[in-house]
């Protein structure tokens, strides 16, 4: 059975878009099913704003695992992560822009997660996964 992955990412602007669809194929070569709030509601002036937070709710809370994308997170990423966080989700993340300060609590998110559950590259990224899926399990403390 494949392991379901929330794409927790920021959506504002072309490139950070393009860096979703990126991650989205890593993430099918290495054999995960990837949920895409994007795909799923797409964003736009007419999307409601309650059912964007329905729906981005259930989709965190029916997934195996979140990835979190941190180069620039706005609320919405931020949120998502949190109830990601919550409700014991493992996290993954994604983090090429050190530059970027993410504020003290997702910081320490980013600082307390293992290193094998952290990546600055998407080789790296691609090199991680592939490892947790390879160990088949879901470990917390990993």
Known sequence: MSLKVFLNSPLSHIA???LNRKIKKILEEEGFICIMPQDILPPGRNTDSIE???QNFELVKKCDIMLSILDAPG????FELGVAYALGKPIFAFRSDRQSYLGKVVEGMWLSLPESRKAKSLDELKSKLRHFHEVGGISLNE
Request: aromatic share 0%.
């Open 16 to 18: 950070a878009q393009t």
């Open 52 to 54: 964007v937070l329905r």
């Open 75 to 78: 609320e919405g990423v931020i």
